[in-house]
């Protein structure tokens, strides 16, 4: 059996990518959090406001 | 609300970012996967920029900014937004020019036009695909106008017109003449629900959502009154308290809905103004014209990810989504490979962020064994004791670059800092922020025995926690720290000003000055965790959460206070997709029952319950026992459920023929449908009314799945469902019309004109208003089906107990809507399953996942430090008045009747400080924000004379 | 996105406006401030619940002391906004100032300076 990485690899820096990222960070794991853009944050950060509280996006 | 955790990822030290980057290809094998990766070049090395932004101000190309969907401009030296991670700006070389400006203003040396495209490869065990996707572009789409007529925006366009940073600055404009619109109007499902013409043949979801979010956020940003219609099929309101936000939009605002089929739209010339026509509920075309037309644009997949998921042999759906089978959501495909959010399925925000967490669980618990073996350890020295002490304040004065040197005399300011009391220390840094700043600042530190710092730069937001570590790293108690903010709050804000700007950096200075002297040395109380785990609820959710966690490698106790497990589940038969819940239940319980890491306690109810996170008691009665037992835990997994409406409505109960879906699922099971010629379905019973105003979520699907049913049994069978909207959402659309291709009838009616209901011997009768024909439609029926809500299990004593909020229809609440769906107001308690609202059991197992997945941030650590920043009361001086317990939020101080006191918990105080504020006899500080701490800031600010 | 409001804005940092007592706000009158505000979030989106609703309160008594001792309520204020909603903070540093600069300086800091 193969030694196993205690590192995780999450592609795509959105909401859903940083959350999973921010679960495994905070249990330990090391993480890769890689996205295509120059910046992270995905669809979510363009938004305005957010249902159903319309809280501020950003 | 997302830039705390862009910020938190951005500084996670176990968190490595890597942007303009892709995944080339994945070999290797789960545990230990070989991935390659393709890194663009950005052109500004993000680890040298500061983000001082002027490299941007000096390029002279203008180019179109994507970021606001290309309604304005930007540079093509860039950064996306304001609170952008990493804070580093890149170069867009299809329209930079080359013209070395931007290098030659970069003090930091971060620019480099020779960067190129590698490869690189990394290994790791486990990989999670959360791609996401992009809205649906409606250019094909001819008979909407979009692309030629200017007023025609799409929905992700129009959240950049609304917002405060897009191109329009907030202000509600239309684009052809930027002036006000009086009349708006949504056209929904474009690029959804439409597989003639849009090729998707899903729900996107969000739609109906985001549209009457933009229409309600519109309206209070008009100046006058603002018309807002939302053209719609159906409004899918079907997320915890959507229908209220629904009802809220259309009942108080005013928020226009019509039940619509657009069929063009055209432009009036002389105005720009659009004619939107569309076929009404009746039939008849009509027209109506709007200033503005905002298109809902659905969720789509990119290429791009599409060509990704095929280089890694992940399989897809017709759709692009990785949507997997309803008992394991998160998982692809190819084992040791997971998914969430839009990429698995159309969904919302708060369902990718459980499902995100779910794909956590999963792809940390195979490499729960290597837990801890890639991170870094990161070892603090003892701290230096300072006690006694007379403050010795260093005071750093940073330039950023220009951005502050350039308009305020950095020089005279730190001057000015050295004539203040107790400053023992000053400097000037090109980059306070740097690493050979940082290093430099350690020395100083040492050599002049500093033991206060005060750092004149930009935001405490952003560079706070790093400063703070620098000080832990020399032996300085990290909240011996202060930041004056002499950029964000200065030099940007008063630029053509550099006297004025000067004058107030002063001023700041002297402030933080003056505070930092009052500072005082704060620990941070380190606290055991009990690694075990309490899970309330042995339904799916209950055993999925025991499952996840006993993978990861923790002890769980699993309470039930049925005699058996698999809850409510327990009466259904299979999905709609066609998958077996009875044996997957079975296998569910064997995994369960086999894992010597759960311990299940069945015929058990819980009766006493303290302690905070980390560390519990809960003491339970088993099997009716006199004696109860205490189980210490670390965390909580509220997983209790809830069951199937009974109905009082359409003389349920009077009459056999009368059945709900659940009963009709039995009925259908064991005795077929061969003599069933007709079967009405009434929808939203329970549901959507004054007692319960939210959507029940399943019922759609339900009735949908057991009309399917029927077909498939006797496909002579008529079915005829009577609904107020038809909430397929997702990829379950695909399953609506497939009914209505069988021939299932679908008749819409009004909540006010409800169906009604009278058993005969012939049959059970149903009348109803039929809007197509506008007129009463009588219909037989063998029987009659109601689809009954979900009402939460009767949670009563144990939320006494447990002190959980609940909503008023009985489920539980979350610590935010949005951001927190799986967590509880209380730290260390979770909550999964129906017990947060009705969900699909796909949708529970995911939440069920995540659940265990937040549970191991918990339970992962040996120990937990709590905030320092948090409330502590003088007893010598509290008078009792419990003015504090009266106020506080989160109930945190108590009266202690055996010692005679207030006590204030810091492991569950926020730190907002309320009891601090109506404390009458000033006897409780919050730390860091003492009053002597704010108060010398004002004093320091008004010595100065303004 | 550096937004331009007045230099005479100088800000204090508290955790939530619900810390901000009415003796600080007292404190800044009584040292010679000619005004001061809070600025909270939206109310109904306190991150502690209703932090910024006290503030609220605490405002409109500093504001009726401040009568009662004879200077004007309105030279302390509450405003509310989401930290998304830079312009509407400059915009309201800049009603603040104007409106302060209408009502003149503060008499406590006129004295103040005549005493000194």
Redesign the interface.
């Known amino acids: 059996m193969t030694e196993k990485s205690g590192s995780v690899l999450v592609l795509g820096a959105g909401i859903a990518g940083m959350q999973a990222s921010l679960d495994l960070a905070n249990s330990d794991y090391n993480v890769y959090l890689v996205d295509n853009s120059p910046t992270i944050g995905g669809m979510m950060s363009r938004l305005d406001k957010t249902f159903p509280t319309n809280d501020c996006a950003m | 609300m997302i830039s705390p955790k862009l910020v938190e990822v951005g500084r996670h030290t176990n968190i490595n970012l890597i942007t303009n980057s892709e995944i080339e290809n994945i070999e290797g094998e789960p545990g230990d996967f070989d991935v390659t990766l393709v890194n663009r070049p950005r052109y500004i090395d993000p680890v040298k920029c500061t983000g001082c932004g002027e490299c941007a101000r000096h390029c002279p190309v203008t180019a179109v900014n994507y970021y606001n969907m290309n309604l304005d401009d930007r540079r093509a030296t860039y950064i996306e937004y304001a609170q952008a991670v990493p804070l580093a700006f890149a170069i867009d070389t299809d329209t930079c020019i080359g013209c070395g400006l931007c290098e030659n203003m970069c003090i930091a040396k971060a620019i480099d036009y020779d960067d190129k495209e590698r490869t690189s490869k990394l290994k790791a065990g486990s990989v999670i695909l959360s791609a996401g996707s992009r809205g649906f572009d409606p250019s094909s789409l001819d008979y909407l106008g979009y692309g030629k007529f200017p007023n025609v925006v799409t929905s992700e366009e129009f959240e950049r017109i609304l917002s405060a940073s897009g191109p329009y600055f907030g202000h509600l404009m239309r684009p052809l003449d930027r002036e006000e619109p009086k009349k708006i109007a949504w056209l929904q499902c474009v690029g959804s629900r439409d597989k003639n013409r849009s090729g998707n043949g899903y729900c996107s979801s969000v739609c109906c959502m985001y549209a009457v979010k933009e229409a309600m956020i519109s309206k209070e940003h008009a100046h006058g009154d603002l018309d807002c219609a939302i053209f719609n099929m159906d409004i899918r309101t079907f997320g915890k308290d959507y229908e209220k936000y629904y009802l809220r939009a259309k009942d108080k605002d005013g928020v226009r809905f019509v039940k619509a089929r657009i069929h063009t739209i055209t432009e009036v010339p002389e105005t720009g103004d659009l004619s939107v026509w569309y076929v009404d509920e009746t039939g008849a075309t009509q027209e109506e014209t709007f200033n503005m037309v905002v298109l809902s644009i659905g969720l789509q997949i990119q290429p791009k990810t599409v060509e990704l998921a095929q280089r890694l042999r992940i399989e897809l759906n017709e759709y692009n989504f990785t949507s997997a089978a309803p008992f394991a959501p998160v998982k692809t495909s190819r084992p040791g490979i997971y998914t969430c959010g839009v990429l698995q399925g159309p969904k919302d925000i708060p369902s990718s962020i459980t499902e995100a967490s779910a794909a956590a669980c999963l792809a940390g618990a195979d490499l729960a064994e290597a837990r801890g073996a890639d991170i870094q350890k990161i070892t603090v020295p003892d701290e230096i004791d300072i006690s006694g002490q007379e403050p010795r304040i260093g005071v750093f004065v940073c330039n950023c670059g220009i951005n502050i040197g350039g308009i305020v005399d950095v020089p005279a300011v730190r001057e000015y800092a050295a004539t203040l009391p107790n400053v023992t220390f000053t400097d000037d840094n090109l980059f306070t922020c740097s690493q050979d700043t940082q290093d430099k600042i350690k020395e100083v530190i040492i050599e002049h025995k500093l033991n206060r710092v005060v750092v004149a730069s930009c935001s405490p937001k952003t560079h706070e926690q790093m400063f703070m570590e620098t000080l832990e790293a020399c032996g300085i108690n990290k909240y011996l720290f202060e930041m004056a903010n002499i950029r964000n709050q200065n030099s940007w804000i008063h630029s053509k000003t550099p006297e004025i700007a000067t004058q107030k950096a002063k001023d700041l200075v002297r402030m933080s000055v003056a505070r930092a002297a009052v500072l005082n040395t704060l620990k941070e109380k380190i606290v055991p965790i009990n690694k075990q785990a309490l899970i309330i609820g042995g339904g799916i959710a209950g055993m999925n959460a025991a499952l996840g966690l006993g993978k990861q490698g923790f002890d769980v106790v699993l309470v039930e206070k049925d005699t058996q497990l698999g809850g409510f589940a327990r009466q259904l038969h299979h999905t709609i997709e066609g998958e077996d819940i009875g044996a997957y239940i079975e296998k569910l319980i064997a995994d369960v029952e086999a894992d010597n890491k759960i311990r299940v306690l069945k015929n058990t109810r819980i009766v006493g319950f303290e302690g905070f996170k980390g560390n519990f008691a809960t003491e339970v009665i088993v099997d009716g026992s006199d004696d109860k037992e205490k189980i210490k835990h670390g965390v909580i997994i509220v997983a209790t459920g809830a069951s199937e409406y009974k109905p009082e409505e359409y003389s349920y109960g009077e009459d056999k023929r009368i059945v709900t879906q659940v009963e009709l699922g039995h009925r259908l099971e064991e005795q077929g449908a061969s003599d069933l010629d007709s079967v009405v379905m009434i929808q939203c019973v329970g549901s959507r009314n004054d007692e319960n105003e939210n959507c029940s979520r399943i019922c759609c699907q339900n009735a949908v799945k057991n009309a399917l049913d029927i077909k498939r049994l006797n496909p002579d069978a008529q079915v005829y469902i009577l609904y107020r909207d038809i909430r397929t959402y997702g990829l379950l659309e695909d399953y609506y019309t497939k009914a209505r291709e069988l021939g299932v009838i679908f008749i819409r009616f009004d909540q006010a004109a409800p169906p009604e209901v009278q058993a005969s011997d012939d049959g059970v009768l149903v009348r109803i208003k039929d809007h197509i024909l506008q007129q009463d439609v009588d219909i037989r029926a063998d029987l009659l089906t109601l689809s009954a809500g979900m009402v939460a299990e009767d949670t009563d004593e144990l939320s006494g107990i447990m002190k959980l909020n609940r909503n008023p229809e009985g489920f539980f609440i979350e610590a935010h809507v949005k951001l927190r769906p799986v967590d509880m107001p209380s730290d260390g308690i979770f909550l999964c399953g129906s017990a947060h609202a009705p969900k699909l059991i796909s949708e529970t197992i995911a939440q069920a996942q995540a659940a265990a997945s937040r549970a191991t941030t918990f339970l992962a650590r040996d120990e937990i430090k709590l905030s320092a920043i948090t409330a502590k009361v003088d007893t010598d001086y509290c008078v009792k008045c419990l003015t504090c317990v009266r106020s506080c939020p989160f109930e945190v101080p108590v009266f202690n009747t055996h010692e005679k006191v207030i006590e204030i918990n810091e492991a569950i105080c926020h730190g907002c400080g309320v009891c601090t504020a109506v404390c009458p006899r000033e006897t409780i500080q919050l730390s860091f924000y003492e009053d002597d701490q704010i108060t010398s800031k004002i004093d320091a600010l008004l010595a100065g004379g303004m | 996105?550096?937004?331009?409001?007045p230099?005479?804005v100088?800000?204090?940092?508290?955790?939530?406006t619900?810390?901000?007592?009415?003796?600080?706000l007292l404190?800044?009158m009584q040292?010679?401030?000619?005004g001061a505000y809070c600025v909270g979030c939206l109310e109904g989106?306190c991150?502690?619940?209703?932090?910024n609703l006290?503030c609220r309160e605490?405002v409109e008594h500093v504001r009726n002391l401040l009568e009662e001792v004879g200077l004007e309520g309105d030279r302390v204020r509450m405003y509310n906004l989401?930290?998304?909603?830079?312009?509407?903070f400059a915009a309201y540093a800049k009603e603040m100032t104007e409106h302060i600069k209408e009502l003149g300086a503060n008499p406590l800091?006129q004295k103040q300076?005549a005493a000194a």
Not at chain 3, 1 to 5: F, G, I, Q, S
Not at chain 3, 47 to 51: A, D, M, V
Not at chain 3, 82 to 88: A, N, Q, R, Y
């Open positions: 996105m550096r937004l331009e409001y230099s005479n100088k800000i204090v940092r508290v955790p939530c619900g810390k901000v007592d009415v003796s600080h404190r800044a040292q010679g401030a000619d989106t991150h502690y619940n209703e932090g006290r605490r989401s930290s998304g909603e830079g312009p509407t800091s300076k």
